[in-house]
Structures are given as C-alpha cells and as structure tokens.
C-alpha cells in the first residue's frame, strides 16, 4: 500500500507526517526501553523489523500512485505492540524509499501512518480479544486484520487527497473506488501473509518459550 513518491500534494503529506511523528518517536523510546529491561530482544526486534522490510517489499501493481503487497506488521504487533511496531515500520519504509524507490520520502508520513499505526493498532485490538480463546485465531487474525485495514486507511488517504466531488460525498465515492480495486489483490494477500506469520510466531513460541507476546 505504499503511496509513491510526490504522489500527495504538499498539504497533505504534511498532515500525515504530523500525525505519524509522534507515534513512531514514542516507539523509538519503546524500544529503548525493551532493550533495557531485557537485550535479548534485539534478536526478535531484529526479525520483526527484516519481516516487515521483506514482505512489504513484495509489491504488486494496484490504485495508481500506489500498490498491494504484504505488510509483515503482524509479527511485531503480537510480539511488542503497536507502538514499537510503528517505529520498525518506519525503519523499513525509510530504506525501501532510499533503497527500492518503493513508496517516498514526501509520502513516508502517510505510508508510515497506514501500515505502521493504523493497520497495526487493530490487528493488535483484534489480537488482545482473541488470545484468550486461541493463540493460533489471534495470530492469524492480528497479521490479517493489520494488512486489511492498512489497505483501508490508504484508500481513504488517497480518497482525501483526490475527492471524486469536492466535499464528504467526492471522498467517500473514491475510497470505494479504491477499495474496491484493492480488494482484488489485498485479500488474498492477507490471508496468505496472515498463514506466513502464524507460522513464524508459533516457531518463534515453540523453540523460545519464554518469549512473552504482547
């Protein structure tokens, strides 16, 4: 769901880097503080971050300006939450901007808030309701959840950006749109990248008991 680079008109990759700022430097003072209270983690910060970064790289054409792939958001979230998972995010969308020409520097706001803030934050409510039932349905249904409503908020990111009217009823009519054409592709990619996660927490829990998630 990375938005391109000089895809947003100025004023609203302003609004987005705003709203994203003080999420992810509030994950940077989380991850301080985790290494802190226990080293180890920076093996498992270190493999949350790679998931992220790889599967978000795997992209597929979609809406223009943008695209469908993975979001790899779902690990971090179970592991460490939603703030850390913010800043691991925009760690990897910063190198696949600088390295890849995958989404932007002018876009890394709105691409850090929609798949390091917004889509994380409900994979991880989803996550807290399950986990008492079944650790594999919250597992699964985190890193499915945090990629569907990823694709959601960028839908609705571009939709404000590019109104099909001006007023509420232009924005709503071309986040349908998008959504629509997203769907095509991102469903079935959070589904798969939801089996793929599961399949990583349950080894990461299997050969590391006493690794607690989130």
């Known amino acids: 769901m990375h938005i391109m680079e000089g895809f947003l008109p100025v004023e609203w990759s302003a609004f987005w880097f705003a709203l994203a700022i003080p999420f992810v430097v509030y994950g940077a003072w989380k991850v301080k503080k985790e290494i802190e209270r226990d080293p180890k983690s920076k093996s498992l910060l270190a493999v949350s971050l790679g998931?992220?970064?790889?599967?978000?790289?795997?992209?597929?054409?979609s809406v223009t300006g943008s695209c469908s792939h993975p979001t790899g958001t779902g690990v971090a979230v179970v592991l460490?939450?939603?703030?850390?998972?913010?800043?691991?995010?925009?760690i990897a969308l910063l190198y696949q901007a600088l390295l890849l020409a995958h989404g932007g520097i002018t876009t890394l706001g709105a691409n850090t808030f929609s798949m390091g803030i917004f889509g994380p934050i409900f994979g991880f409510l989803v996550y807290k309701a399950l986990k008492k039932f079944s650790l594999s349905v919250a597992f699964f249904s985190a890193a499915a959840v945090a990629d569907l409503m990823t694709y959601v908020m960028t839908s609705f990111q571009l939709a404000l950006a590019y109104p099909a009217t001006p007023g509420i009823e232009g924005v709503l009519a071309s986040a349908i749109k998008f959504l629509g054409i997203f769907a095509i592709t991102q469903v079935p990619i959070a589904v798969i990248e939801a089996f793929v996660a599961l399949t990583l927490l349950k080894s990461i829990k299997t050969y590391t008991p006493e690794v607690s998630t989130a």
């Open 51 to 61: 998931f992220i970064f790889v599967l978000s790289a795997l992209k597929l054409p």
């Open 80 to 90: 460490f939450g939603p703030s850390i998972t913010a800043f691991l995010s925009s």
